[in-house]
Structures are given as C-alpha cells and as structure tokens.
C-alpha cells in the first residue's frame, strides 16, 4: 500500500517544475507534432516515429511492471498484516491475562508486606513502650529508696496504686506486680515487714471501689507461701514473694501477699538475676492438658486476673530490679557489682492484647505464629482490627510458606518505623526466646482474586477481532480504489514516456521528492504546528525579544514572524482555588505561605505531567490547566476529570503532612475546583515575557464554576456533563440542588462529578500511624495536629537556646564571656513558687547584656539534634497542657495554638541582631549589631526570653472555665479565695501549668530550658508577667502597665536612669503588649478569621448565660459592645506595637485589619449578630437592636463592653473560611 501511494505522488510534477518546462518547450513539441503528422498526409520522419513507439512500449510495459510490482506487494504486506493482528491478537491477550493476574499477585503481595511491617511495627512498639514504662518505674523506685535511705527487700513503694496504673495504661499488660527478692536470711524480717506495711492494700481497694469493683476481705499471710502451701523455714531461697500488684485482687482461699514467684518460675528469675535481662515466662494456655494446673498456677501468682479466659495465651515478662540504677541502667562487668538484682517487676500480657487493633476493618486474613525455642507454638487469625486465637501449634496453611516474616521479638525494634526510643535491660535472647512468623492465607487471597484477567482479556481480544475485521473491510474498499488510481498511474506513466526521453523523465519523478526539500519547495508554516512547537519548548525566537519583524504584526509571506495563535475546537479547562487560602495566608510568614503553594503546585505539576494535562498557569492561589491542546484528544472531559479529582486527593494528603511545620489549620484547606468544556482561543502573548494563554467563554464559564463551587468538590457546566455521560462516565456526574448565579451568564445548572477509580496521588491505606507510645490517643485528629505542631515550634526554639549556650560555654573557656549571659550547666534546676503570681510581677525584668561575638559564633541550631528524653518530656508535657485545657468554643487549646502562631509571627518580625553586620569598635563605627539589640530592646537577642513569650501563649488559658474573672467573683469560686479575687483565671493557668513543669518527669526538660537559677527565675518572670497582661480587666494591672508604657517610651518620664535599665523595662513592657496583641489577633487578622473567632466566644458567654452564670444575654450587647472594644482597646493597642517600633511591618498589618475589621463589623455586624442568634437559637424579641443602656460610652475609654468583655475573652474574633 505504500508503494502504491508512492507511484500516485510521482504522476503529476510538482507544480512550480512542471509549469517551467512546458513554457520552455512548448513551440517545438508543437512543431515537432506538426511535422510530424502534416495536413497534407505526407510521410514523417521514420526515425522520429519509432522513437515514439518505442518509448511508448517502454512506458507501457514500464507502468505495467510497476503494476504487477505493486500489487505483489500490496498481497504480501495483507498476508502479513493479517498473520501480524492474528499474533497480535493471541499475544496481547496473553499479556492482558498475564499483566492482569500479576497485578492481582503483586497487590496480594504487596497487600501482606504492607500489613507485615504494620504488625511488626506495632508489636515492637507495644513492647518498646512496655518496657519503657516499666523501666522509668524502676528507675523512680531505686530513686525513692535511696533518698529514703532504704534497704531491700524492705522498701515501701508510696502511692503505689497511682504508679502502677500510669504503667498499666502505657502499656498493654493486664496485671502489673513487684517482687522483692528475699534471701533466705531476711525470711523472717521481711514477712514481718510486710504485715506491717500492707496499708496500701486498703488503698488499691478503695480506688477499684471507686470505678465499681467489687471486692472481697483479703487477709495477711503466716509466711511466704508456695503452690502446696506456705514454705517451711529451711527452704533455702531465695524468694520472690508478690507483695505489690496492680490491680489487686482478693481470693478467699489464698493470702493476699508472700506466694514465691521463684518456686514456679525459677529458670526465668535466675535468668534474669545472672544475666540482668529482661526474660519472659512461659506462656500459659497454650498447652490445653495443663489448664487446671495453669489456673491453679495463675489464681495463686497473681499473674491474671480471676475472671479472664484461661485458655487464651498469657506470657509474663520479668524485669529486674537493680541497685543504683537511678541515672540509667547500663550496666558492665566492671561496675556488675554496683547494680546487684534485688528484685523483680512482673508484667502479664495476653498474646491477642499485641496484635488488636493494628490493621484497618477489610485487611482480612494475616495469620500470626508466635513461638518459643522451649517448643511452645500458637497460632492467632487477624480479621482487621480485631485478633483471634486459633490454637496450639503451626496452623497455618503451607501453601503461603513463601509468603512470610519470621523475626525474634528481642530483634522487633529494628522493625519500628519511628525507632526505639526503650534504653533499658535487653530482652533475652537466650532463655527461651519468643519469636514471630507472619503468613498469608487464602482470606487475603481472595481480597484480591477477581474475574478481572477473563474480562480483561476477552475484552482486549474483542477489540482486536473488531479492529480486524474493520481493516479488512477498509483494505476492501481501498483497494478497490487503489486500483483505479494504480490504472491511472500506469495510463500517465506511459503518456510521460511517450512524450520525454529517458533522461528527462528520471529527472521528472525523483524531482517530485527533490522539489519538497530542495530550493524550489516552498516553506509553509502552519499556525497550529508552530503553536505546537512553542508549546514543547522547540520553537523559534527567544523569549523576551521585540524584533523589528513582530513589530511590524504578521508577515505576508507566511512566516514565523506572524502571531503564534489557534482556535481549539475541543478542550476542556479547569479552574482550583485553595478554598480559605486568603485567611490563612494572613496569619503566616511569606516564606509559609510560599513554602504551601510551592509544594502543592509542584505536586499538580506532576500529576498534570501524568495525565497528559497542559497547565496553563497559577493566579494567585488559583491553578489553572486545560486538555485537547496542543494535541488534541477525544477524552479531553474524563481525562482532566480525573486529573482534578488528583489534585484534590493530593492537596488533602500534602496539607495534613504540612500542618506539622506551617501550623493550625493548614490540614484545613481545601480546593474549590470548576471545569467547562468547549472552544478555546489559544496563542501566545509575546512580549518583555511571552506567556501562553486561553481565550473565550469557555474559560470565563470555568472560572465561573469555581467560584460558584462548593468546598472540596469538582463543579461543572452542563457541556462538560454532557461530555462525560456520552464518553460513558455518567455514574460520575449528579445534578446540584438549584441553579446558581453565574456572574455574566445568569442562572445555570450546575452538576457535581466523583471521578471513581484510584486516584494519581501516594495516598496511604488509611490506617492511623500516628504515635502509640503515650496514653494521649485520646485526643481528636485536630488536636494531636496542633499538639505536633507546638512540638515543633517548641524543639526549633529549644534548639536556639542550646546553641547560645554551647557559644557562651565556649567564649567562658576563654576567659573573655560577659557575665550577663547564661552560666554553665548546673544540677537540674527545680525553683519552687512563693506566694502569687499576681505579686511577682516585676515591672523591669533584667535580660542578658548582648554579646555580639554570642550571635557570630553560635551554632547553627539546625545542626543540633535534642535528646531523645527531652522530645518525648516536651510532648508529654504539650499533650499534658493540652488535656488540662477544657471544651470551651473559645478558651480552648485551639485558641492558645492560635496566640501562640501570633507571638512566634511577631517575634520573628523583630529585626535580630545576629541579622546585622558585625562592625568592630576600632574604625569607629561602632558594632552595629549592638545598635540593634538596643532598638528592639534585646528581645530577640536572648532565646530563652523567646521561648517564655511563646511558652506564655500556650499556657494562658490553661483550666479557664469559660466565664471571665467577674464571674468566678459572684459565684465565691474557690479561686477567689486562693487568689484574693484578683485575676483568678490567669493566675490558675500560670500555677498549674509551672507546678506540671516542675514535675520529677519533666527534669531533662527543664533542664535544657533552665541551666541555672538565674535563668529559671528570669524564666519564671517573664512567664507570669506575660500571662497576667492577658487580663486587661483588672484596673490596677492596666493602670500599672499604662504607667509603665508612659515611663519607658517619654523622654521626661526616665530622666536620671540608665540605658541598661530602661532598655530592660521597654522590653518589659513591650513583651506584655506582644502577649496582649497576640491575645486579641483575631481581631486584627482577616475577616474570617475574625468571625470564626467571634462566634466562639459568643456561643461560650451564651452557654454562660444559659446555665445561668451570666446575668446578660450577649445578643443584648454585642454589636456595639464589639465596636467600642474595636475603638477602646484593638486599635489602641495596635497603635502601640507600631509606636514601640519594633514589629516591622506586622504592626501596620495589624493595624490595618483592625480598621477594616472595624469597618466592616460596623456595616456587616447586626447581620452577623441576628444569624448567630438564630443559629444558636437565642430567643429575644430584637437582640441586634441598640438599647438604651448599651454597654458601650462614646468618648470612655474604661468602657470597652462593659463586663462582658473581659479580658479572659480576649475579644471576639473569626476564622478563615474562604
């Protein structure tokens, strides 16, 4: 067939060829005709005429050949072509068959590997925080004997009840206990110890009588007792008798203390005294023939509980108890002798208790085989998040032996996916050591079998037969066609031979493929094609250049000069928005809200790279892309469908990642996503910077769409709806309640679309993977965000301190550090509080003299990794602040995270000194780092005054009850009494979130933070001094910090005090103000924000109200009470931070929203006040009307809402919801 083309181009001559030729030889061919066939009949010229005849032969016989030649060719290629598409055929549907069914083994595969590392990782989690716990338990019990001055085995462990439940809810065990070890020779003195320091019994009783356990009398031991009975006293020991266990359980039949562990356990125990190992016991349960035995066993060691299953598998772990273990446990054969054994810590935990809960609902099928090397064997079935025991021995099916994990649990660490952070005893690797094999099973398998490799295959064999049947029928009618052509051709190649010698005539057919890429072909350059080019980056001209040629607009003559522009007749264009973006970006740095956009853009950009999608560009928050150019494409609307669908799944995947690092609410935003389809003008605008862009209705329709949309779901018009159920995509489409106003096109019909399939993004299975080493899985998805979240900024701040000490440390070794930075490291730093907080406020707190040579020769706090203790104590203390905060609408963590966002946002646009050019003195310049830890007053010169600002912000609500101070006044809270009435709420806060700092488990915290008194007492300081400027009610504090304000920035007011000191009191009282600002941002960030604000603390003052403890309904006040504290206080104080001049430019930011905020409340706000009253159903005949006793005095400034604004609200604010 392509021969056959080849001699149908070759008939005719190229047009500017063949036209010269007959100008030129026209008159002789005709004279030579004339001559010779003459009027008159004469005869011609022989030679001529034979000539003739034979070129005419040749020219015959020539086109005949070619003939024959072709059409043996055109059979030849059609045997082939079919014998190819049979082949085709068979082969691509034994590929379909065996690419499908590969795929569904490599998804079964991958399926099992995947739920492999989850269950190992979680298994070794669970036994890292076990041990863990247990370890910090014995560590805190060596500490107490030896500051007790305590002997074993007579040490008396205090609140042991409140201990062991801390250790039981870390971990998975169902019976903690604590075994002294007693010699032979203490016997006697320790069963009389024993009998007299029981109490704790009572106490362990009364707190399970609490929580309704119902126990019985319990009675004290004759001896330390056995399996058969009490011991005789020549048993020669040494003993394990139980003493402690939690919880504790009572039995008629059997004392309540003094059973021997050793007497049955005793491989274990001497295990673990030789080689000071953790060792595990002998499971129980798995044996049925020893279930009488094993429950008398179990009733009397106290190992499990009475009313547990018997049958199912119990290990118990033993964790020694070592002498002077008080700063860690590793313990060498040299210092062997210091750390003698002198008891043991039993644990109890059920084999099922470690595999529950790890795979989400539908992981069906993993059977887990946990073994002993002392030959004990059982077999557990995981069905999703729930474990069953299948029984003794290896009962898996052997079919999957391929398919498996074996690993020792002594080895599980290295399988965590977040590490061991356990630095304790080891688990043994001798004494009967546990392991674990995973296997597959035929539940798993058939999850992932299907009927898809037939269908598939059958399908894609069908399309082959189709697709060859219509060859056939289109080879038919071709040629048909050919045929005539090919006759045609034969017919002009015989007229050319007759006419023209043999040397012209070779020039004449070659000369058709010579003419297209010699001089003679003429150059014609499409518009499309050279878009095209453009578009892949091949084009010609460089970007950016006027040539005089553009200027001159197109070239007649067709070339590249002329615009480079197409109408796309099919395509599809997309418009997402990043729905609350605006809000957002208003409470972040630039380099956040670039780090966000630049993430998520990237991720489009590659999805679009994937699907074959053009993006066009990026306005702002908003991404724009379209299909059908520059190659077009019949599923234009599916293709950009799924690829929208894409980048939603990608945008909720990146934000959650993102919110750890960018803060609150970054796990929030959403896209708002709008598609049409039709007729696009498309070119490129060239220029200083030529840019390709979109033309038409069809892209003002999509940008409609998107703006019309709704949060989280792709709209689109009726034409792309249309498209897609044609294309057989209709179940994706849903009609939208309503019409919507479409600004220049009316009301239109929208629809909705869920693309179905898998997305393009790396979305995770679902299953949870957050952390699992502390109790606090409690909290909700949000606040373990904002949790992480303020781990982060805490670390990064943690981490500046660290390296400012290590550069003070190191000028000290020199000799030449000043005095006013921190000291060396001292002992753990544990400051007690005297009196309160309210009475500690200083109205100067002295910072650290700058050192220019500290912020030149620091550490890069980036390079510096924090312990392993101090990450996880700041978590646990975060988490612990967070737990203690209630759930209030407004004085809720949510709302302290969001202060804390402000007070890091304005501390980082405080110019710091480390940012200046260091000059020497000697050219007499000056050290211009100097001069600007003077101008902002040395805040930012000293991390440690950093970190209290931003500490500050995370506690001032700590245990706030959601009424403000006047109201815990009328109702005598106990507070009252404890604070003398004064600014009970903030003063509470400062108490309880230092007394949890101050805490035996947050040493290695504190530590870091504090090295030293001064540094703790200037700590403190600066703490309660923050958190009390939160209460701007109070008059005496305002009136104090007005003065204070007045003093430090008039000339007149600090004549005759020195620099130093009245640096330290502007950075007093600028610090106050920062917290103050920070406190009440909502009300100077974007509306949104401002409203989601607002409406909380107007549904906490309503709660208020409903419950009676306010006498006010606050619809009553609100509008105008919001506007005086707009003109009294917001505005005011963001005056301030641009008075002290120290903010940058967050202060004019500041207070530029608060008079947008301010104007847009005074027009918007009745609105805004009557939809909150409907929507938490405030019944009151006009409550947005202004009353004659409004809470608000034109021209007071004491009056800023009167006593329903207090200065524990802070304000009322909004959100962002874009």
């Not at 590793?330 to 003698?340: F, R, V």
Request: negative net charge; hydrophobic residues 35%.
């Amino acid at each position: 067939m392509a021969s056959q083309e080849k001699v149908i181009e070759g008939d005719l001559p190229p047009a500017g060829a063949d036209d010269d030729d007959d100008d030129a030889s026209s008159d002789d061919d005709y004279s030579i005709g004339r001559e010779s066939f003459s009027d008159d009949g004469s005869e011609v010229d022989g030679d001529n005429n034979n000539n003739n005849n034979s070129n005419s032969k040749r020219g015959r016989r020539q086109g005949n050949d070619i003939a024959v030649q072709e059409s043996r060719a055109v059979t030849i290629v059609r045997f082939l072509v079919v014998i190819l598409l049979l082949a085709v055929t068979a082969g691509v549907a034994y590929g379909v068959y065996f690419y499908v069914s590969e795929s569904e083994t490599e998804d079964f595969e991958n399926d099992f590997d995947d739920s492999s590392e989850k269950v190992l990782d979680s298994v070794g989690s669970v036994l890292d925080q076990s041990l863990g716990a247990i370890d910090n338990f014995m560590v805190s019990v060596i500490s107490y004997a030896e500051r007790s001055n305590s002997t074993w085995p007579y040490v008396a462990i205090p609140d042991f009840s409140v201990r062991a439940a801390k250790v039981l809810s870390l971990s998975k065990a169902s019976v903690f206990g604590v075994y002294a070890r007693v010699t032979a020779d203490d016997r006697a003195g320790w069963e009389q110890w024993a009998n007299e320091n029981n109490d704790w019994i009572n106490e362990s009783i009364e707190v399970q009588e609490r929580q309704g356990e119902e126990l019985s009398m319990w009675s004290e031991p004759e001896a330390i007792s056995g399996v058969e009975g009490y011991l005789p006293t020549e048993h020669p020991g040494p003993h394990f008798p139980s003493f402690y266990s939690a919880p504790f359980v009572t039995a008629d039949d059997r004392p309540a203390y003094g059973f021997d562990l050793h007497e049955t356990f005793s491989e274990e125990l001497d295990a673990m005294v030789d080689k000071r190992v953790v060792t595990m016991g002998r499971t129980f349960g798995a044996d049925k023939e020893d279930v009488e035995n094993v429950e008398v066993s179990k009733k009397v060691s106290g190992l499990v509980l009475p009313d547990e299953d018997l049958s199912e598998p119990i290990v118990a772990m033993y964790y020694p108890i070592v002498e002077n273990a008080t700063s860690g446990v590793s313990i060498t054969e040299d210092n062997a002798d210091d750390h003698k054994v002198v008891g043991a810590i039993a644990m109890t935990i059920f084999w099922r208790e470690l595999l529950q809960n790890i795979l989400s609902p539908g992981s069906d099928g993993m059977v887990v085989v946990i073994g002993s090397d002392c030959n004990q064997v059982f077999t557990y079935h995981i069905f999703g998040p729930v474990a069953e025991y299948v029984g003794t021995g290896d009962l898996h099916d052997t079919e999957y032996d391929h398919m498996t994990r074996f690993v020792y649990l002594y080895q599980l660490a290295n399988f965590s996916f977040r590490g061991s952070s356990y630095t304790g005893f080891p688990l043994s690797d001798e004494q009967c050591p546990y392991w674990m094999k995973l296997y597959a099973s035929d539940t798993m398998r058939d999850d992932h079998e299907t009927n898809n490799p037939l269908i598939f295959t059958i399908v894609a064999a069908s399309i082959f037969v189709f697709t060859s049947f219509v060859f056939c029928l289109y080879d038919c009618v071709s040629e048909r066609r050919q045929r005539k052509v090919l006759r045609v051709a034969v017919q002009s190649t015989a007229v050319v031979s007759s006419l023209f010698p043999q040397v012209v005539r070779d020039r004449i057919f070659p000369g058709t493929q010579q003419s297209s890429n010699g001089k003679s072909g003429l150059r014609v350059e499409n518009a499309k094609g050279r878009l095209q080019q453009f578009l892949r980056g091949d084009g010609d001209g460089e970007e950016g250049e006027d040539t005089p040629e553009q200027a001159r607009g197109p070239d007649k003559a067709g070339t590249s000069n002329a615009p480079i522009a197409e109408l796309f007749s099919d395509t599809t264009v997309m418009f997402a928005d990043i729905a609350g973006f605006t809000a957002w970006s208003s409470v972040r740095e630039p380099a956040q809200v670039f780090t966000l956009l630049e993430t998520l853009y990237g991720a489009f950009d590659r999805l679009a790279q994937r699907r074959g999608v053009f993006k066009v560009e990026t306005i702002g928050d908003s991404y724009v892309a379209v299909t059908g150019l520059p190659e077009p494409r019949v599923d234009h609307a599916v293709a950009m469908g799924k690829f929208a669908r894409d980048c939603r799944e990608k945008m909720a995947e990146l934000t959650e990642k993102l919110g750890r690092t960018l803060g609150p609410d970054t796990g929030d935003l959403q896209l708002r996503i709008g598609l049409n389809s039709g007729p696009v003008t498309a070119g490129v605008l060239r220029g200083e910077r030529s840019r390709f862009q979109l033309f038409g209705d069809t892209v003002n329709t999509a940008a409609r769409m998107e703006s019309t949309g709704v949060v989280s779901k792709i709209q689109v018009s009726q034409t792309t709806a249309d498209l897609l159920t044609s294309a057989g995509k209709g179940h994706w489409v849903t009609k939208r309640d309503g019409e919507v106003e479409a600004k220049g096109k009316g009301r239109v019909q929208t629809y909705f679309i869920e693309p179905s399939g898998k997305g393009g993004t790396s979305v995770s299975s679902g299953e949870d993977t957050a952390d699992e080493d502390d109790e606090f899985q409690v909290m909700d998805e949000k606040t373990r965000r904002l949790v992480d979240w303020n781990c982060e900024i805490f670390g990064k701040l943690i981490k500046q301190i660290v390296a400012r000490r290590e550069a003070w440390q190191a000028l000290s070794k020199k000799g030449n550090a000043k005095k006013q930075a921190s000291g060396r490291a001292l002992p753990p730093v544990t400051t007690s509080t005297k009196g309160k907080p309210l009475d500690e406020v200083k109205e100067v707190i002295e910072l650290p003299e700058f050192d220019p040579r500290l912020a030149q020769d620091s550490t890069n706090p980036a390079n510096i990794e924090l312990d392993t203790a101090v990450t996880t104590q700041l978590r646990e203390y975060v988490s612990l602040i967070a737990s203690m905060y209630r759930a209030n609408p407004f004085h809720c963590f949510e709302h302290a995270s969001h202060v804390t966002m402000s007070v890091v946002k304005l501390l980082s646009r405080i110019v710091a000194p480390s940012d200046g050019v260091i000059r020497t003195a000697q050219d007499g310049k000056g050290e211009l780092a100097s001069t600007l830890h003077d101008h902002t007053y040395g805040i930012t010169s000293d991390p440690l005054t950093q970190f209290a600002c931003v500490f500050s912000a995370l506690i001032h609500d700590v245990d706030h009850q959601g009424v403000p101070n006047s109201t815990l006044l009328a109702e005598n809270s106990p507070l009252v009494a404890t604070y003398d009435g004064h600014s009970m709420a903030e003063q509470n806060s400062v108490d309880l979130a230092w007394k949890l700092l101050m805490e035996d488990q947050f040493e290695d915290l504190r530590t870091i933070i504090c090295a030293t008194p001064n540094e703790m007492n200037r700590f403190r300081e600066l703490v309660v001094n923050s958190v009390m400027a939160t209460d701007i009610m109070d008059k005496d504090l305002k009136d104090l910090r007005n003065q204070r304000w007045d003093k430090a920035f008039q000339e007149t007011s600090r004549l005759g005090e020195s620099q130093e000191v009245n640096t330290n009191r502007k950075a007093t009282i600028v610090i106050e103000h920062l917290i103050q600002a920070s406190d009440v941002a909502h009300t100077m960030q974007h509306w949104h924000i401002f409203r989601k604000w607002n409406e909380n603390l107007f549904r906490e003052m309503y709660k208020a109200y409903v419950e009676g403890r306010a006498e006010k309904n606050p619809a009553e006040f609100w509008y105008k009470g919001e506007i005086g504290f707009f003109d009294f206080y917001i505005i005011p104080l963001a005056k301030k931070l641009s008075d002290c001049g120290v903010f940058g430019v967050s202060s004019d930011e500041y207070l530029s929203y608060a008079m947008k905020n301010r104007e847009e409340w005074e027009h918007r706000g009745q609105e805004v006040v009557a939809n909150m009253v409907s929507k938490f159903e405030v019944v009151k005949e006009d409550a947005v009307v202004e009353s004659d006793d409004d809470h608000v005095v034109e021209g007071n400034p004491e009056a800023v809402s009167g006593e329903e604004v207090d200065a524990d609200e802070g304000a009322p604010a909004e959100a962002p919801n874009n």
